[in-house]
């Protein structure tokens, strides 16, 4: 698989099989992306790999508090600006279109909407998961620095013919994921990702994305720079 069809393929996959991840599998994946860039190398990342018996204990957890409505932990971060501006908002809206609609769920339907989203909480079924910490007192160069590691991570899992689920969600349920992994004090959870086996029966349409005149200005005229060298 060369790197183009690793970027193009990963995708967050939000169905996985039972089968199982190899450790020596986990161990390879982890070692390359450990060359991930970061400013200054500081490697702000602190990741904890969790299969078997503990991410059960922790899916047995979060499920509890899913079906009893315990209120979400207070955030230690925003996930998104409080208003959304243009074209975020469309995005987000296309975003939510798309995902829910797959689903056969209405814009408005807050409750099927929640029972979708519970499924973050049980890793939608993957065998193996991975959560991503930074030091609370790390500032955005160090975020971007652990988002390239987290990006690299799913590429190689890709070249491994796993499939991945980068998620946010695990933040609200931060103490849960804390009671089990006992992570030093000062350690903010970013996210979770879902690691495993693609489950081919669960339908994924393809998340779109902007025109690249929307995202990306080129200055200059780099065609006619490169043929003059
Ligand atoms: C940092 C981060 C957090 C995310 N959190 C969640 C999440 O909690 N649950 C989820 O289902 N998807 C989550 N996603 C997946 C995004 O919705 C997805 O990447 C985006 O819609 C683009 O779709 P694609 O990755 O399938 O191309 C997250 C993605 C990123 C990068």
């Known amino acids: 698989m060369n790197v183009y069809e690793a ?4 995708r967050a996959v939000r169905g996985f099989t039972g089968r199982p991840v190899r450790r020596e599998v986990l161990e390879r994946v982890l070692a390359a992306a450990a060359w ?9 990342w602190h990741v904890y790999v969790l299969t078997g018996a503990p991410l059960a204990e922790l899916k047995r957890r979060a499920g509890e508090r899913v079906a009893s409505g315990d209120p979400w932990d207070e ?3 925003p996930m998104y600006p409080p208003e959304l501006k243009s074209p975020y908002r469309e995005r ?3 975003f939510g279109r798309e995902r829910y609609g797959a689903l056969g769920v209405g814009r408005d339907d807050w409750e099927a909407r929640q ?3 519970a499924a973050n909480w049980q890793c939608f079924g993957a065998p193996a998961a991975l959560f991503c910490y930074i030091d609370g007192d790390m500032g955005p160069p160090q975020w971007a620095d652990v988002g390239m590691y987290l990006q690299t991570v799913m590429l190689l899992l890709r070249e491994e013919g796993l499939h991945s689920c980068p998620q946010m969600a695990w933040s609200v349920y931060r103490s849960t994921v804390a009671e089990v992994l006992k992570p030093p004090e000062g350690l903010v959870l970013f996210c979770g990702l879902s690691i495993g086996y693609e489950d081919v029966t669960v339908k994924h349409p393809r998340t779109g994305r902007a025109p690249l005149g929307e ?5 200059g005229d780099p065609a006619r720079r490169l043929q003059a060298a």
């Not at 991930?36 to 702000?44: A, D, E, I």
């Open 36 to 44: 991930s860039p970061s400013g200054s190398n500081l490697q702000p």
């Open 75 to 77: 955030r230690e971060y």
């Open 115 to 117: 029972r979708a989203a």
């Open 92 to 94: 987000r809206s296309a």
């Open 7 to 10: 970027v193009t393929s990963r």
């Open 215 to 219: 995202t990306v200005t080129f200055v």
